[in-house]
């Protein structure tokens, strides 16, 4: 898998290019991910090959058979409300590599709170799902949790 970063909820153009223009001497793939496509896995977004687009529509149909609202209708809706922060997303990077891309981040002056690596474990999640549990572990390890 080629070295990918997936960018979510990029609004601000500015801030949007500054981040790209630091991340450009890595090399590597970055994807801005449009909202109509939260509802997708993970790991169908960062293309990786054993994600089809068949697997895909199961996906989905196994989320609305389940009785939970499929996750297109839920953007369709409102998706401010369920996804109110930008989200990058690093995929097939080792651990150096990782640094790399923090470091670049870091240097461009751009804070983004919510930061992860595609596992094995969240790669069939799709990025609501990936949000609500880096904003939970961002929330426990900064101690609001415990208010």
């Known amino acids: 898998m080629r ?62 058979t389940e009785g939970q609202p499929h996750m297109e209708d839920i953007s369709a809706q409102n998706p401010s409300q369920e996804f109110p922060g930008e989200m990058m997303v690093m995929a097939g990077l080792g651990g150096g590599r990782i640094d790399q891309v923090l470091r670049a981040v870091r240097k461009s002056g751009i804070s983004v709170p919510y930061k992860a690596v595609l596992t094995a474990a969240n790669q069939t999640w799709n990025a609501w799902e990936l949000f609500a549990e880096i904003k939970k572990e961002h929330e426990t390890m900064s101690g609001k949790d415990m208010l």
Do not use: C, S, W
């Open 3 to 64: 070295e990918t970063i997936l960018l979510f909820h990029f609004t601000d153009k500015d801030r949007r290019n500054k981040l790209m223009r630091a991340l450009l001497p890595l090399r590597m793939k970055v994807k801005e991910i449009l909202p109509e496509d939260y509802g997708k896995q993970m790991g169908y977004l960062a293309g990786l090959k054993e994600f089809t687009t068949q697997e895909e529509k199961d996906f989905a149909k196994q989320l609305q």
